[in-house]
């Protein structure tokens, strides 16, 4: 793994903590069934990545384990309030939804989910997102019980 410019050595401690400890998470339930137990993998991101950069639209309703590096989030990169569009940033969502900090990051697990009619944005966690008001056709969550993805995509 690339350290993040800039990161502190505390951060950078933490950051790899937190990946050493998502490696080893076991999958748990998963869409109302319950998964073999095995090894979760967390593709590590940046802070620019979307699901739509990972080629996820359409994939509803199963879920992606990332490992978000300590950073800073994207201004302009977050649209609604879960679900979010899924051109967001997957971190600075993880952000808004309170799962993770920027200074630490951390794993996120996000699911795909269907477009929607329009996306309403909001301020939390010091983080505001957009709204869009048009239909899209795709989008996301930021999943708040831990990683428990039933894929971990290619790219």
Not at 83 to 94: K, L, R, V
Request: hydrophobic share 35%.
């Amino acid at each position: 793994m690339r350290p993040a410019p800039n990161a502190s050595n505390s951060s950078m401690v933490g950051y790899l903590r937190d990946a050493a400890m998502a490696l080893a998470l076991m999958i748990g339930p998963v869409n109302g069934s319950v998964a073999h137990a095995q090894r979760a993998s967390v593709q590590p991101i940046d802070w620019q990545t979307s699901p739509l950069d990972l080629d996820l639209r359409g994939m509803n309703g199963e879920q992606y384990a990332f490992l978000c590096p300590p950073g800073k989030p994207q201004p302009g990169r977050v649209m609604g309030s879960g679900p979010y569009t899924d051109d967001s940033s997957i971190c600075s969502a993880a952000v808004h939804a309170g799962v993770i900090r920027p200074k630490t990051g951390g794993a996120v697990t996000i699911e795909i989910r269907p477009g929607q009619a329009t996306y309403s944005g909001s301020e939390q966690n010091y983080i505001a997102s957009t709204s869009y008001d048009h239909p899209w056709s795709g989008g996301f969550v930021v999943v708040r019980d831990g990683p428990h993805a039933s894929h971990v995509p290619s790219n």
